[in-house]
């Protein structure tokens, strides 16, 4: 790798830093809980332990097979991982591209999405951009990636 991508890597990571740190204080309690934490093309990814409750349909009307926090992926499993990888790593993409105001701004397309009469994640821009960028097999129907 060149020096120049080198520095842009870094400058990416440690824009997102703020948001990941975030995602990073619930490693511990998913290690703790039974869970597994691994490294993954540039993330975090934690699966297992208390996520598939925290992640669970009975805490939301639909079950989230993936949610990513700045460079850390959480999943209930290693299957929903898998299978979302490309999804998530939009979403981390985007991360690299708006920084902390990300999500903010991810709510603010919720709440017009929800103003417009329109659901909130389907018709999220960040959303349509992962679905549209992302492997069409990404998400089950039923589960938010």
């Known amino acids: ?9 870094l400058f990416k990571y440690c824009w997102v830093l703020p948001v990941s740190c975030i995602g990073m204080i619930l490693l511990p309690f998913v290690l703790l809980s039974g869970g597994g934490v691994s ?3 540039g ?8 996520l598939p409750a925290l992640l669970s349909s009975r805490r939301f009307r639909f079950s989230i097979a993936a949610l990513t926090v700045g460079h850390v992926i959480f999943g209930p499993d290693r299957d929903s991982l898998r299978r979302c990888r490309d999804h998530e790593h939009v979403h981390i993409r985007q991360y690299e591209r708006w920084g902390p105001f990300l999500p903010p ?6 709440a017009a999405a929800l103003l417009r009469g329109r659901d909130p994640y389907r018709d999220n821009r960040f959303e349509q951009e992962a679905f549209r960028l ?5 998400g089950p129907q039923g589960q938010r990636a």
């Open 1 to 9: 790798m060149n020096p120049m991508k080198i520095m842009v890597s």
């Open 39 to 41: 490294f993954a093309t």
């Open 43 to 50: 993330a975090i990814e934690a699966q297992g332990g208390l």
């Open 105 to 110: 701004l991810y709510l603010l397309s919720s």
């Open 134 to 138: 992302s492997d069409p097999s990404d």
